[in-house]
């Protein structure tokens, strides 16, 4: 199982930030947070807390809109990272920076 740390160091820099970097420009990344937590509007969860174990989302804040996607463990990475290319892209379309854009290519 992994751990909210094992998925800041490992898992959202090699399966979610490419994603990002792709769909997202230079200056919208500049203003990218993000965080892990049990419900989209609830409090960031510690390191060792084991994802799977509930509902687990990532958070990601871009010029402070907030997109939610829902962590699945029983996914695997390349399942994770075409999910979250779909539904960030969705997300992008909607958004007050990226009103009816389609970006991407994945």
Not at 10 to 29: F, G, H, N
Not at 42 to 58: K, M, N, R, S, Y
Not at 60 to 82: I, K, P, S
Request: proline share 4%; charged share 25%; glycine share 6%.
């Amino acid at each position: 199982m992994r751990t909210v740390e094992d998925y800041v160091n490992d898992v959202i820099p090699r399966v979610y930030m490419p994603v990002m970097s792709e769909l997202l420009t230079e200056q919208e990344l500049s203003t990218l947070e993000l965080s892990i937590r049990a419900a989209p509007d609830g409090a960031a969860l510690p390191g060792d807390f084991v994802i799977g174990t509930d509902e687990e989302w990532l958070v990601v804040t871009v010029h402070g809109e907030q997109f939610n996607a829902w962590l699945a463990a029983d996914m695997t990475d390349d399942e994770n990272r075409q999910r979250f290319s779909s539904d960030l892209q969705d997300w992008i379309a909607e958004t007050s920076f990226g009103w009816g854009q389609l970006r991407g290519t994945m």
